[in-house]
């Protein structure tokens, strides 16, 4: 595998505010969008007719399904999540209208250095020389400083509304995550920072909103470079499609839309925390030319003080953990620093035994 990416030379390119065009107005791809691939990633579609699971949560079989498709993609959609739709129209609608906003209301609230909540370009632009075709907005604690100077006469009715999806989304999360850690023989005794409940009380999230507008060349643009979520689990809602996933075997699978289903992504602390049985998905961003996508991200962290290393029953009596133990927070900042090794760069040397 190559060492760095075609488009990406070492040092680290940042995009400053000032450089972001109003993509939503341009005709053509400006030069400064047009990539022409990626050397660290495969750029073939996959050609077998392969879909990510669909599990129904209802299912009595749910816990084994969710086992194997962690296991084997790393992803999986999810019907039945008990998320109602109405909630799901609303953040996408007030996501759009966020994103609709004059571009220098949306700069009064950009991220500072180190990717801080708020307006701006994914981390990973930083490590790119040519420019993503989308913008975001992140929800890190408490979103009613940015909200207010986004909206100043009704910011009180949009932080209502990503108070309850926050809440339902964690509880949704804390339920996937021990379904999937369930069909491992984890149960909630196994983490003692899972509080009292197991609804781990003292998590860290955030929220991404996500826009992808309709681009006017979108085979020379990426709208997300290739990635892993640092997250235990990553809860997405889309309703257009865009987001392809990656299968070593095969390549790139795009994720079809499912009526009134959640993608729900595998992020490197589940990977950790499963000692290597799980895959931290890797997942890009494909742009069109007629559609302006949004989508909803939901980062399920583990508390920030915490330090998260490899479940000890995952891992055999004569064996070394897979990576040392870190908080998510020192994880985030490997990961913002040099998201292509932040993983390896935990990863314990050889074990005892020498081999692996
Ligand atoms: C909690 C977080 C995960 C994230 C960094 C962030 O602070 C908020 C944005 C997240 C995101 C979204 C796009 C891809 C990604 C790698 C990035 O650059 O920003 C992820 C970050 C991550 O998972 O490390
Ligand atoms: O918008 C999408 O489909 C994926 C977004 C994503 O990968 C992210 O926010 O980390
Ligand atoms: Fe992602």
Redesign the pocket.
């Not at 370009?121 to 632009?125: F, L, M, N, P, S």
């Not at 990635?227 to 997250?231: F, L």
């Given at each position: 595998m190559a060492s760095s990416i075609s488009n990406a030379p070492r040092e680290s390119h940042t995009v400053h505010h000032h450089e972001l065009l109003d993509i939503t107005s341009l005709k053509d791809l400006p030069e400064s969008y047009a990539w022409k691939g990626f050397d660290r990633f495969p750029m073939k579609d996959s050609t077998a007719p392969v879909t990510i699971p669909v599990i129904d949560l209802a299912d009595p079989k749910a816990i084994e399904l969710i086992g194997h498709a962690c296991k084997t993609w790393g992803t999986f959609q999810v019907t039945n999540h008990g998320i109602q739709k109405k909630l799901l129209d609303d953040v996408e609608k007030a996501s759009r209208e966020l994103f609709a906003l004059p571009m220098e209301q949306k700069l009064k609230v950009s991220e500072t250095a180190g990717?801080?909540?708020g307006y701006g370009?994914?981390?990973?632009?930083s490590c790119f020389a040519q420019k993503m075709w989308s913008e975001?907005f992140?929800v890190?604690g408490s979103p009613l400083e940015h909200f207010r100077q986004l909206w100043p006469e009704d910011y009180s009715k949009y932080c209502d509304l990503y108070e309850e999806y926050e809440k339902q989304m964690r509880k949704l999360a804390a339920k996937l995550l021990w379904l999937s850690l369930g069909s491992l023989g984890i149960s909630k005794s196994d983490i003692d920072w899972a509080g009292q409940t197991g609804e781990f009380e003292t998590r860290?999230?955030?929220i991404?909103l996500?826009s992808y507008p309709s681009c006017p060349d979108p085979d020379r643009a990426v709208g997300?470079a290739p990635?892993?979520?640092?997250?235990i689990i990553?809860i997405l809602h889309q309703s257009t499609v865009g987001l392809k996933v990656l299968r070593e075997e095969t390549g790139w699978v795009l994720v079809p839309v499912v009526p009134d289903a959640l993608v729900v992504n595998v992020?490197?602390f589940l990977h950790i925390l499963s000692n290597g049985l799980y895959p931290s998905v890797t997942h890009q961003v494909v742009v069109n030319r007629t559609q302006h996508r949004l989508t909803v991200?939901y980062?399920y962290?583990s508390p920030p003080e915490v330090k998260v290393s490899p479940l000890s029953k995952l891992v055999g009596p004569c064996e070394t953990p897979l990576y040392r133990s870190i908080t998510w927070q020192e994880?985030?900042i490997h990961?913002?620093q040099d998201?292509y090794s932040?993983l390896s760069k935990i990863r314990s040397s050889a074990p005892f035994n020498g081999s692996g």
């Open positions: 990717g801080l909540p370009q994914a981390r990973i632009a975001g992140t890190y860290s999230a955030a991404r996500n997300l990635h892993t979520d640092s997250s990553t992020g490197d991200a980062f962290g994880y985030l990961k913002s998201p932040a």
